[in-house]
């Protein structure tokens, strides 16, 4: 089925933001239980769109619990709204305190970053010089809630804020290049623009260097099944949630093609589920998967959000 942007385009944006960063969320906690999974078990368990008990739960995760993408994205979105703006020492402090306290899951690489026992402006770069290798999707599965809330300074502001927080635990310039393109795919979708009309034009925004990837994941022939790395890494990631959304033309339908992929699939959907969530609003979002919704904060004296939180959060980071 092919989507119609333009049934979508009369949303307020209050929808849109509340609708990306409950609809990122959903993305993870729905998509968590099939972690590592081959592609199509989602739809095999799940046939008809509709079963009250999808948000299942399994590998170590309860029925609505959002993972490590969730929670960081909420440690960033604090960190904003406490600092008064991007204050990146803080953020990775923050990052820091959650990794300590045992979450239950941690990308690989971002847990030796926190964990190097370099200071902040340092530990991912060298990460990146010791590995060589570090264009994980985990830059991109966080940036929901400082896309939303850095959209309204305009392009270039967003796309720069994407790259240096997702620098933080990402030395690789890929991982900041697909965040910033993700980060701008919001802030044009945030008004009412279609982000698939718009994504030729951002690639042209991105390090030159970066682009060739990005024009051949993104491109609007490209499949999934196409890609030459797991879809833990950067360029599938991003270039898979776009294919969901380019695909499907509801949020439901999104993010189940999303997790039908198999592999990283919370995070996958996770991304998907914030683009989205901005292109149809959170009324898209069906209630039985918001209903069993948390998000846990280890390190964070045992705070648990649910979803008024998140919608408080989302408002908060718009005002
Ligand atoms: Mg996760």
């Known amino acids: 089925m092919q989507r119609k942007p333009e049934g979508t385009q009369r949303l307020r944006q209050s929808a849109r933001t509340d609708g990306a960063v409950v609809g990122s969320a959903v993305g993870d906690a729905l998509g968590a239980p099939f972690e590592f999974g081959a592609a199509g078990v989602f739809s095999a368990r799940f046939p008809g769109s509709g079963a009250a008990d999808e948000m299942c739960g399994g590998g170590g995760w309860d029925p609505g619990e959002a993972t490590d993408d969730t929670q960081m994205a909420v440690l960033v979105a604090e960190s904003l709204l406490e600092r008064g703006g991007p204050d990146l020492p803080d953020i990775f402090a923050r990052f820091q305190r959650w990794a300590a306290s045992g979450p239950k899951d941690v990308g690989l690489q971002t847990e030796d970053v926190l964990t190097n026992g370099m200071p902040w402006d340092k530990a991912a770069a060298v990460h990146f010089q010791v590995n060589r290798r570090a264009a994980g999707n985990g830059s991109l599965m966080r940036a929901t809630t400082s896309a939303v809330h850095f959209a309204p300074a305009g392009q270039q502001a967003t796309m720069n804020a994407a790259r240096r927080i997702a620098a933080l635990t990402h030395g690789d310039r890929a991982a900041w290049e697909g965040t910033a393109v993700f980060h701008e795919l919001i802030r044009v979708t945030l008004e009412g623009a279609d982000p698939l009309a718009a994504l030729p034009d951002i690639?042209?925004?991105?390090?030159?260097?970066?682009?060739?990837?990005?024009?051949?994941?993104?491109?609007?022939?490209?499949?999934?099944?196409?890609?030459?790395?797991?879809?833990?890494?950067?360029w599938p990631c991003l270039g898979s949630a776009?294919?969901?959304?380019?695909?499907t033309a509801t949020y439901e339908?999104?993010?189940?093609?999303?997790?039908d992929l198999g592999g990283d699939t919370d995070t996958v959907a996770a991304v998907t589920g914030g683009l989205a969530g901005a292109c149809y609003g959170l009324?898209?979002?069906?209630?039985?998967?918001?209903?069993?919704?948390h998000v846990p904060l280890p390190g964070f004296g045992g705070r648990v959000l649910g979803l008024p939180d998140l919608l408080d959060l989302a408002h908060r980071l718009t005002a």
Request: proline fraction near 11%.
């Open 283 to 293: 009324d898209a979002i069906p209630t039985r998967w918001t209903a069993p919704l």
């Open 253 to 259: 339908d999104a993010i189940r093609a999303a997790i």
């Open 203 to 234: 690639v042209r925004l991105i390090d030159p260097a970066q682009r060739p990837r990005y024009a051949t994941v993104l491109a609007p022939d490209w499949h999934p099944d196409q890609a030459t790395e797991f879809n833990g890494a950067v």
């Open 242 to 247: 776009v294919w969901a959304l380019r695909t």
